[in-house]
């Protein structure tokens, strides 16, 4: 048997509450992931160190967080100097592929990704960021590209394209399908696909204020993650069908969650859970059916699945949990998560920087000024609605999480500076303020030039 081949279905704003196998109160349906769930790996503990796109697919790629890699806001471009897991598996002979959207290259967003700023990835098929779902367009080209526009759902699309590469490997390969939905806007998903989502039948979280328009966007969102579903079941069914499934590792996870009205806010940056819980279902050659204890984070997703491979894992902070999958065993206790830099969404709804930790049991965050923020006791609270930060009784907790805290920002090596003073430190003043201008306009928050 030749080495295990790698594909990862990625979505985009996909919060793990809602998979069918999570159980919990969700009506979302994805009977194909839920059987990729069945037999293999089901990772409850699924995080985004950060949450938000571009910081968050850095750490997936290269195992490091948001001030090791640099990316710590969109736009900002990966550093082709790093090791990735797309370099990584080049050099050991796969044949590399990415399909959908990327993220990574800075601007401006609309653009083919030339191979300099997708370190490793041979094929391309995709955009750097584009949120249109249906009649879009993509780019393909080695060292030169052409726009190809489409016709029809951008899942199906890409999933179409995904079908006809790997109807063309005859070597370990490694390929990403990079969906853009259930990213919003919500209405962007045909009318065709929201009939299995009837709007009288819509519940509300305990967490989320209850309206229509809620229901209508919860419906919305669902069904686009049952959109997604479809896709992942046709590339499961194209793996069988090629003969390749059995010798295949099948990654299935999310960038960062989507409040959704959850809490009042909305998108992402927030240490809620709805933001920083992602789906993690990894299937495939050397990991048996298991739903292990503890947390697995996108950062420790390219050493894990390196180590699965036999490989040397990459990344300075996330870490190779392949051993404790192959025995079912509990992943890492606690993950470090944080908002490096705010902006853009979590900037408008006075999200600031912070920086916590999630383990089974509880998620703790703190503000950049020193303020504990946010305490809760995931198991007795899972809806994260009694803030123990504002318990006076709990003062013991919030002191024990505050210091734990403390220890995981110093073996990261993450000073904590607010994001201004960190974009300088890192020689991002420049792309900061080109990003900024470009997409924030008359609302730019521009800093001083570097001297």
């Known amino acids: 048997m030749t080495a295990p081949n790698v594909v990862v279905l990625l979505a985009d704003q996909w919060r793990g509450q809602d998979q069918g196998w999570f159980g919990g109160t969700t009506q979302v349906r994805t009977p194909n992931l839920d059987r990729l769930a069945a037999g293999g790996a089901a990772i409850a503990g699924g995080r985004a160190s950060s949450p938000v796109c571009g910081p968050s697919r850095a750490s997936l790629l290269t195992g490091r967080l948001p001030h090791q890699h640099g990316v710590v806001a969109n736009d900002l471009p990966l550093s082709p100097r790093l ?148 896709q992942i079941g046709r590339i499961v069914a194209a793996l069988d069908r090629l003969g390749l499934r059995r010798n295949t590792i099948i990654v299935v996870t999310s960038d960062h969650g989507d409040m959704l009205g959850a809490h009042g806010l909305r998108a992402k940056q927030s240490p809620y859970a709805e933001a920083v819980r992602v789906p993690m279902v990894i299937n495939g050659p050397g990991v048996p059916a298991s739903r292990p204890t503890g947390v697995l984070g996108l950062v420790d997703l390219a050493p894990t699945l390196l180590g699965l491979l036999g490989l040397p894992p990459i990344g300075v902070y996330g870490r190779d949990l392949s051993d404790r999958l192959r025995r079912g065993g509990s992943l890492r206790p606690e993950l470090l998560i944080g908002n490096w830099v705010s902006f853009d969404n979590g900037y408008d709804q006075g999200i600031g920087e912070w920086r916590g930790f999630v383990t089974d049991e509880l998620t703790y965050a703190r503000t950049v000024d020193g303020r504990p923020w946010v305490l809760f006791d995931d198991r007795t609270d899972p809806w994260q609605l009694d803030n123990l930060v504002a318990d006076p009784a709990s003062a013991g907790r919030v002191a024990e999480a505050d210091a734990r805290l403390a220890a995981l920002l110093a073996e990261s090596g993450d000073a904590f500076p607010p994001g201004d003073r960190l974009l300088t430190e890192l020689g991002l003043v420049d792309d900061w303020n080109a990003r900024e201008s470009a997409l924030r306009g008359d609302r730019a928050r521009l800093l001083p030039a570097a001297r």
């Open 83 to 230: 090791d990735t897991l797309g370099t990584a598996l080049s050099g050991a002979g796969y044949r590399t592929g990415w399909i959908g959207k990327w993220h990574l290259a800075g601007l401006p967003r609309d653009k083919w990704v030339p191979p300099a700023a997708r370190p490793g990835i041979e094929h391309w098929a995709g955009v750097d960021c584009s949120h249109e779902h249906v009649d879009g367009h993509y780019y393909v080209g080695a060292e030169s590209p052409t726009r190809i526009d489409f016709t029809g759902y951008e899942p199906e699309v890409q999933t179409d394209l995904a079908l006809e590469f790997l109807g063309e490997q005859n070597a370990p390969f490694f390929l990403t399908v990079s969906y853009n939905p259930p990213h919003d806007p919500y209405d962007s998903v045909p009318v065709r696909l929201r009939t299995g989502y009837p709007i009288d039948r819509m519940t509300v979280p305990p967490n989320t204020p209850d309206s229509d328009g809620q229901r209508e966007v919860q419906r919305l969102y669902w069904s686009a993650i049952t959109a997604v579903d479809t």
